[in-house]
């Protein structure tokens, strides 16, 4: 009888260990962000804390198990067989939006997608059971649905996202007035009382209240109730105490300590409050299993009225899925690359923006800039100068012969953004409200972002651009999240077969996105856009623009070749994708450019005039690929409308241009690649050579013009293309004459 659960039951369980990795992929920039940002600690101490954080949180996790049974729907209005539909499509829809967010390094919330996904789910196999009850109507739906629940969830998910930020805000600005930036500099005893509240805070909201709603509390119950406030002031005390020894004796940082312990505790309460999101589903669907099979009645006519009741949970299978999110932590890289994105919104000072400004990230921007001018006149000039002064940064000094990478944060702000977010989290844990982590965390380093000026007049547009696009994707994810629920609901329930056709695709769709993820990684180059400090000099100079030279000119061959080829074959497809390639090489040496400030502020003393020879490669590499981007771009839209093929003596004149730059390119990387400069000689008289028969060709089509050429517009896409041709080559020579002549001057001095 219970065959087909049963094979549900394993699908359950597998699909929850694929939830748990994905979830955690996307959810470990909630507990790490502050901690790896900072550089505070080592990334693989940083790792230990926050695993056995995860761990412990793991074990504190069986009082919101609730939610999945009971939070969003009335469970005594469905049978046995409508819970296990509605179960099977939530764990189906989390992983394929887990997934894709992960895949796409922004961070998004599985408590939002999980509450949406359950009611949709619920809300679809709620409408088809009253479709089929004549004695029921659409109003009858709010019989199925625990509404009122699954509002107070959703408002204290966009009332954590405003109360998040605004908290932040105010806690970094007032932190900031009492250390400024030269916090090493602060009497021990402001340390001391700083570390006092911070872990106190944290121990208290973490530890206590965390331990609420789980078997271990009943031990503590006696001691905690009643006495919060004795308990708060004697923590205080305490931990001041302890500090100032820590400080004074063993001459430790207490804002290390704090953002140490502060990552344990935030990584425990992502733990406690997450794990519900990626495994209660499962149990819930394991517990009404148990029940079900034990009663002997038919599958659709159980009603799963147990599932109300408060159901002990298995500590083992706690700890089993805490040990899979600890593995997932140390192996994801798609973790990192949502970190990331994390890390570039709160990172203080500029550096490469991964958003792109957008009309309502301007409009914040110039209305903010219109409150500051008003509050400028209001509050008093010595007011004012007193919070600048607290807000200068110190120059970093440091010794010629070694190298230093600027943290994206300092200790002060890193502290702050786990002290709140973890107490506004672990407060939310204690009243059995899944609040979305990612919301609490993300929101918080985002409002001590903006009290702390790390958005600037330079990279406050695109901050504001990301935070408004991650906002957005919070967004639709809840749509996304209830409308695909509530479709594979109602495929399951149309007919069970569909179950390993949507597990199918599931599988096949993971391995695209991981296969896709893993080549874009490895694409990707490691360039730092961050504030260098290491010392670049007249030889790093040269290696790090030969590297450049010998990769675009490489490319540059490729992308012409498919573009004469393609063109021949008059193929649309494959036309399209290399002027996505063209693009691609567009934007690579943008940011090149975009880097070209920190690149001279990073340069030698002696290597300072290297820096206009610098700047000029650039140049000429960017003249370069605009050439074969019009190339592409106008042997793309010739073919899109549909144009004549051009004529087998154009196609044989270029593919002979083809070959003779195919061969010359070749040896201008090998040149670069070897640094063998001494051939540039001999290579620039070649492409001397070349762009006379560039020019012979074109003479040969205006001839053709005049005695068998019929086709306007194929004579414009011919001569474009022999004309940006020449525009290519000579932006090539310009660049190896420039880099001759410095190779000779170099070489000289």
């Given amino acids: ?187 021990s005893y402001v340390n001391a009382t700083f570390g006092g509240f911070a872990i106190t805070a944290i121990t208290y909201f973490i530890i206590i209240k965390g331990l609420k709603g789980t078997p271990f509390y009943g031990n503590v119950k006696p001691i905690v109730e009643g006495n919060t406030l004795l308990i708060i002031v004697g923590s205080f005390i305490t931990w001041s105490l302890l500090s100032q020894v820590l400080i004074k004796a063993f001459k430790i940082n207490i804002l290390k300590l704090i953002i140490g312990v502060g990552t344990f505790s935030l990584a425990m309460a992502f733990s406690g409050n997450d794990l519900v999101n990626f495994v209660g589903v499962p149990i819930a669907a394991w517990n009404s299993f148990q029940v079900w099979e034990a009663s002997g009645v038919a599958a659709d006519a159980f009603s799963m009225g147990v599932l109300s009741k408060k159901v002990p949970s298995n500590i083992w299978l706690l700890l089993l899925a805490g040990g899979i999110m600890v593995i997932t932590l140390w192996t994801s890289s798609k973790a990192q690359n949502v970190i990331k994105t994390g890390i570039d919104l709160s990172r203080q000072g500029d550096g490469d923006e991964k958003f792109q400004a957008n009309a309502l990230s301007r409009l914040v921007v110039r209305a903010s800039m219109a409150i500051n001018t008003g509050i400028s006149y209001v509050v008093p000039n010595s007011a004012l100068n007193y919070i600048d002064a607290k807000f200068q940064k110190p120059e970093i000094k440091i010794n010629k012969d070694k190298t230093y990478v600027q943290p994206a944060f300092d200790l002060v702000r890193a502290s702050v953004n786990l002290i709140v977010a973890g107490i506004l989290i672990s407060i939310a844990t204690s009243l059995k409200l899944p609040l979305s982590t990612t919301y609490v965390t993300f929101m918080v380093a985002m409002g001590t972002s903006l009290a702390d000026r790390a958005w600037g007049r330079e990279s406050a547009v695109f901050r504001v651009a990301g935070v408004i696009n991650v906002i957005g994707g919070w967004f639709l994810t809840a749509i996304t999240a209830f409308l695909v629920s509530a479709l594979v609901a109602y495929l399951i329930s149309w007919d069970l077969f569909m179950i390993p056709i949507l597990l199918l695709i599931v599988t096949i769709l993971i391995a695209r996105n991981t296969v896709i993820h893993r080549k874009k990684s490895k694409e990707e180059k490691k360039q730092e856009y961050i504030e260098r400090t290491d010392l670049i000099t007249i030889n790093g100079v040269i290696e790090e623009s030969s590297d450049h030279i010998a990769e675009v000119a490489t490319r540059v061959n490729k992308l012409y070749t498919n573009v004469v080829k393609d063109l021949a074959n008059h193929d649309l497809n494959k036309l399209r994708k290399t002027d996505k390639h063209v693009a691609k090489l567009n934007k690579e040496i943008d940011e090149l450019k975009d880097g070209v400030f920190y690149f001279i502020k990073s340069l030698d003393e002696t290597s300072v005039p290297a820096s206009r020879f610098y700047i000029m490669v650039l140049g000429y590499l960017q003249d370069a690929a605009q050439s074969i981007s019009y190339i592409s771009k106008a042997s793309y839209k010739h073919v899109n409308n549909n144009h004549k093929n051009l004529k087998k003596e154009q196609i044989k004149d270029l593919s002979a241009i083809d070959e003779e730059l195919d061969k010359l390119l070749i040896k201008v990387s090998n040149v670069f690649t070897k640094r063998d400069f001494d051939k540039l000689n001999q290579i620039l008289i070649d492409k001397r050579t070349l762009f006379t028969n560039v020019t012979l060709t074109i003479e040969k089509q205006v001839a053709r013009i005049r005695t068998e050429e019929t086709s306007p517009k194929n004579t414009t896409l011919y001569f474009s293309l022999l004309l940006e041709t020449k525009d290519l080559i000579s932006a090539l020579m310009n660049l190896l004459e420039t880099y001759e002549e410095f190779h000779l001057t170099t070489k000289k001095h």
């Fill in 1 to 187: 009888m219970g065959d087909p659960y049963i094979l549900m039951l394993v699908a359950l369980a597998v699909l929850a260990l694929v939830d748990l990795v994905v979830g955690v992929s996307n959810d470990a920039v909630n507990f790490l962000n502050s901690a790896i940002g900072s550089k505070a600690i080592s990334i693989k101490n940083i790792m230990i804390i926050a695993s056995i954080g995860v761990f412990m949180g793991a074990i504190t996790s069986s009082g919101m198990m609730e939610v999945a049974r009971k939070g969003i729907f009335n469970p005594n209005m469905f049978m046995f067989q409508d819970i296990m539909f509605i179960f099977m499509a939530v764990m189906i829809t989390d992983i394929l939006l887990l997934d894709l967010f992960n895949s796409l390094g922004m961070p998004t919330s599985t408590t939002v997608s999980i509450v949406f996904e359950l009611l949709g789910a619920a809300v679809c196999i709620s409408l088809l059971k009253i479709s089929s009850n004549d004695n029921q109507t659409l109003v009858d739906l709010w019989s199925y649905i625990n509404h009122e629940k699954a509002l107070q969830i959703i408002n204290g998910i966009l009332l954590s996202v405003v109360v998040a930020f605004s908290v932040g805000a105010i806690v970094q600005f007032i932190s900031r007035i009492i250390y400024s930036f030269n916090f090493e500099t602060k009497a």
